[in-house]
């Protein structure tokens, strides 16, 4: 059984500091999703990561897979406050076209 | 272009009854899933339907029944609602629901109320 964990689950940070979310999951999968959740809303994308190495950025956030690892990160850089909200990492699994996902990250970013 | 639509925004029904959501995907996408999202925790993978078949399903009980239609639309129903069925339930599209690179495309949910 896929399983997918991410941490911290709760992150309280300064704006302008740089932090890592980190998220793990069991069996090989080649495509890794990142999600953003605001409160009472629903999920928008923010990366989809498709091979072993790959790295995209958009802005202040970063995401990168290890497959190998069965790792992915999302580093956000200098943060700002309209970054606080819920980070969801999501795996594909192929055998039943579904999304594992984690628990989430709560990120709030304090001026 | 409109996004992901879902409806109704809220519902509160009582323990027993059964409830009907609906979802429309983005134009030209053939792919639905449905997930449900109990508060606090990531979504939990309920059905994925394309070309109006099921092509996968989540560990949820019978009472969770779901279909697609002509236009790609989609319901989901479940049956005999218990408490723990209060949840977000969010309705994704993609263009592919194959081993494709497409992003799911989330729609606004629907916050369901089981009293």
């Known amino acids: 059984e896929l399983k997918v964990e991410q941490n911290p689950l709760f992150l309280s940070m300064q704006e302008g500091k740089n932090y890592t979310i980190y998220c793990n999951y069991s069996?090989?999968?080649?495509?890794l999703y990142w999600y953003r959740q605001d409160p009472g809303k629903s999920l928008e994308s923010l990366f989809v990561?498709?091979?072993n190495g790959a790295v995209k950025q958009e802005g202040r956030l970063m995401a990168s897979l290890d497959t190998k690892a069965r790792l992915s990160t999302l580093h956000i850089t200098a943060a700002v406050h309209d970054l606080s909200a819920t980070y969801f990492c999501?795996?594909?699994?192929?055998?039943?076209?579904?999304?594992?996902w984690g628990a989430g990250t709560k990120l709030i970013i304090k001026p | 272009d409109a996004g992901v639509t879902q409806s109704p925004t809220h519902l509160i029904k009582t323990r027993g009854q059964h409830v009907t959501l609906r979802c429309s995907p983005i134009?030209?996408?053939?792919?639905v899933s449905w997930y449900q999202q109990v508060l606090g925790q990531g979504p939990q993978f309920i059905f994925q339907?394309?070309?109006?078949?099921?092509?996968g399903r989540g560990n949820f009980p019978d009472r969770f029944s779901a279909r697609q239609f002509p236009n790609y639309s989609s319901e989901l129903n479940v049956n005999a609602l218990l408490l723990g069925d209060s949840a977000l339930y969010l309705c994704?599209?993609?263009?592919?629901?194959?081993?494709?690179?497409?992003?799911?495309?989330f729609g606004p949910g629907t916050r369901l109320t089981v009293l």
């Open positions: 339907y394309y070309e109006k078949e099921e092509r």
């Open positions: 999501a795996v594909d699994m192929d055998s039943n076209y579904q999304l594992i």
């Open positions: 134009s030209g996408h053939k792919s």
């Open positions: 994704a599209s993609s263009s592919d629901g194959g081993t494709s690179t497409d992003t799911q495309y």
């Open positions: 990561l498709l091979s």
């Open positions: 069996t090989t999968s080649d495509r």
